[in-house]
T-cell receptor, first 116, second 114 residues
Framework: GAGVSQTPSNKVTEKGKYVELRCDPI?????LYWYRQSLGQGPEFLIY????????DSGLPNDRFFAVRPEGSVSTLKIQRTERGDSAVYLC??????????????FGPGTRLTVL | AQKVTQAQTEISVVEKEDVTLDCVYE???????LFWYKQPPSGELVFLIR??????QNEISGRYSWNFQKSTSSFNFTITASQVVDSAVYFC???????????FGAGTRLTVKP
């Protein structure tokens, strides 16, 4: 079956611009996660959705970052007033995890964001 | 706070050698989950294993094996008879049961030379 897909695969933008990154999880997966991976580092947690609601957004670095999942499937990560330090690979993952037991997360290929 | 340390930044071996990737974790919780993921050059993270804190049995899957020791807070990963296709970055990760995030280590880049 289809895995997690993310679009675009690459995004180049200028400092100060607004960007949207899209994640399409595996069908039926209720849990959706966003991570950010900087060069040479492991993925860093940003936000977790269970269904339509953001159950944990403690990893969002500041209020320029926002994510939505209005229908409990596709999610969009939105970054306002981008900065050069936002350049990274943004990873999305989904799982069939119930609230209390983390199952394995299935990752998408990521979106490489470059802020010039 | 939860934390994962992968002290080996890079490892290089010759094909058919055995190699062990180290992972040390910190957590105050008694219930937690440990994971290993592989990130090949294509970039996509591939799930390898999940282990919960109450199951200290070692696991073997083909050429892969994992050694979980709570006494030393370690969850090491061994590849036996390494192959060139094993070349990738390997991440160890920790998830506490009461939280929803997964904390990753910095990763170990494994290069297997023919």
């Amino acid at each position: 079956g289809a895995g997690v897909s993310q679009t675009p695969s690459n995004k180049v933008t200028e400092k100060g611009k607004y960007v949207e990154l899209r994640c399409d999880p595996i069908s039926g997966h209720t849990a959706l996660y966003w991570y950010r991976q900087s060069l040479g580092q492991g993925p860093e947690f940003l936000i977790y959705f269970q269904g339509t609601g953001a159950a944990d957004d403690s990893g969002l670095p500041n209020d320029r970052f926002f994510a939505v999942r209005p229908e409990g499937s596709v999610s969009t990560l939105k970054i306002q007033r981008t900065e050069r330090g936002d350049s990274a690979v943004y990873l999305c993952a989904s799982s069939s995890s119930p609230r209390t037991s983390p199952h394995e997360q299935f990752f998408g290929p990521g979106t490489r964001l470059t802020v010039l | 706070a939860q934390k994962v340390t992968q002290a080996q930044t890079e490892i290089s071996v010759v094909e058919k050698e055995d190699v062990t990737l180290d992972c040390v974790y910190e957590t105050r919780d008694t219930t937690y989950y440990l994971f290993w993921y592989k990130q090949p050059p294509s970039g996509e993270l591939v799930f390898l294993i999940r282990r919960n804190s109450f199951d200290e049995q070692n696991e073997i899957s083909g050429r892969y094996s994992w050694n979980f020791q709570k006494s030393t807070s370690s969850f090491n990963f061994t590849i036996t008879a390494s192959q060139v296709v094993d070349s990738a970055v390997y991440f160890c990760a920790l998830s506490e049961a009461r939280l929803n995030d997964m904390r990753f280590g910095a990763g170990t880049r494994l290069t297997v030379k023919p």
